[in-house]
């Protein structure tokens, strides 16, 4: 049965406008407006990156920088934004299908999915979206990839990290993270910048790798 308890007032507000934001918008990535304005102002046409997850947002990275390379796990969607790629004329995206298994692991660990981060050398990538399944296990091994000055993406994040949210089932500073991995993954980019984008309805986190200091001069 649907849990409706998050239906207030001002939820409906912000699902409205959300369900506005996606009719005017129908290009850009399904993640929060603030968010969106973040990719387009920050990412160059010159920058590599890497998405789980594949959708409205494949195409929009495509047109924006030099190469995406996305991992899907669902054959029939897959095979849809491959067509929609191809009646695109996008010819800039890496795409591959990494299907769920029943021995992936804890959250997904040792799946192929996650296992394409193995094939990237570290510091190579500009960005990584994460926004399909086994999230911990592909945000917490994509993080080595990114490049100084690079960011990481996590949407839906305030459903895995403590945050201060008030959109549906957010985790609270008490609760803290998801699992272990997501308490990992914490530990790992303490420090680092970051910005919470919310639309009251789903929320998108962004981390962003320090850049190394030279402590020699």
Known sequence: MRNFGHWSPRYLWNRLNEKAYRRSHPDEPWLTPTADLILATYLIKTDVGLEFGSGRSTLWFARHVAHLNSVEHNTAWFERISQMLKEGGLANVSYCLKPRQPDDGQEGLTSAYVKVTGDFADGSLDFVLVDGICRSACALRALPKIR?????????????????????????????ASSELWKEFLEVVNGWRSIWTSNGVADTAFYFKPWKRDLTG
Do not use: E, F, H, Q
Not at 148 to 169: E, H, R, W
């Open 148 to 176: 100084p000055g690079g960011m990481l993406v996590i949407d839906n994040a305030n459903l895995y990290l403590p945050c201060k949210s008030y959109s549906p089932n957010s985790r609270t500073a008490k609760k803290g």
